[in-house]
T-cell receptor, first 113, second 119 residues
Framework: DAGVIQSPRHEVTEMGQEVTLRCKPI?????LFWYRQTMMRGLELLIY????????DSGMPEDRFSAKMPNASFSTLKIQPSEPRDSAVYFC???????????FGPGTRLTVL | AQKITQTQPGMFVQEKEAVTLDCTYD???????LFWYKQPSSGEMIFLIY??????QNATEGRYSLNFQKARKSANLVISASQLGDSAMYFC????????????????FGAGTRLAVHP
């Protein structure tokens, strides 16, 4: 059974460019989470979707960040414009329900020059 | 106040020996869950084990067991018979509902413990 799929695995971009990260959750899971991991701040929840609806976006750093989930099998996290301080590993995770075990994707390592 | 505390930034263990990774937590929610995840150098986050606050017995999954001491608010991970492949970062995490709608339980992570297994 396929796990959470993320693309790209690595992204290098220049400051000011738009970045789009993609996630396909585990089939049948109705909850999807986006996290960011940095050395300074550890793992932080950015946004949580339930049944494709954003429930908690209090962790989204600022208006430059946006996330969508147009259907149950796809979500995007967009940064526009990107800044060097956005460099981090971005994880997508999914779970059967909002309180169930979260399974993580392999992550996208983003570097903004 | 810090919700999840992992006091050991790094740990060393000899191959085939057991090791305990510490985790303490703080919550006012009577219903909560505790998780351990492993992050090897390749970067992925791998779910290891889960303990619910109402579970009577300590959770076990193969070589992993969770030493859950509710009164002390600790949920230490015990790895028995360490293997070289156990070398990784280990994160303790807690989910608490705190009355959030839709069954949403926010997951809060500790800072992690880096485990090195020596041959």
């Amino acid at each position: 059974d396929a796990g959470v799929i993320q693309s790209p695995r690595h992204e290098v971009t220049e400051m000011g460019q738009e970045v789009t990260l993609r996630c396909k959750p585990i089939s049948g899971h109705n909850s999807l989470f986006w996290y960011r991991q940095t050395m300074m701040r550890g793992l932080e929840l950015l946004i949580y979707f339930n049944n494709n609806v954003p429930i908690d976006d209090s962790g989204m750093p600022e208006d430059r960040f946006s996330a969508k989930m147009p259907n149950a099998s796809f979500s995007t996290l967009k940064i526009q414009p990107s800044e060097p301080r956005d460099s981090a590993v971005y994880f997508c995770a999914s779970s059967e329900g909002g309180g169930d075990t979260q399974y993580f994707g392999p992550g996208t390592r983003l570097t903004v020059l | 106040a810090q919700k999840i505390t992992q006091t050991q930034p790094g740990m060393f263990v000899q191959e085939k020996e057991a090791v305990t990774l510490d985790c303490t937590y703080d919550t006012s929610d009577p219903s909560y869950g505790l998780f351990w995840y492993k992050q090897p150098s390749s970067g992925e986050m791998i779910f290891l084990i889960y303990q619910g606050s109402y579970d009577q017995q300590n959770a076990t999954e193969g070589r992993y067991s969770l030493n859950f001491q509710k009164a002390r608010k600790s949920a230490n991970l015990v790895i028995s018979a360490s293997q070289l492949g156990d070398s990784a970062m280990y994160f303790c995490a807690m989910r608490e509902a705190l009355g959030r709608p839709g069954g949403y339980n926010k997951l809060i992570f500790g800072a992690g413990t880096r485990l090195a297994v020596h041959p």
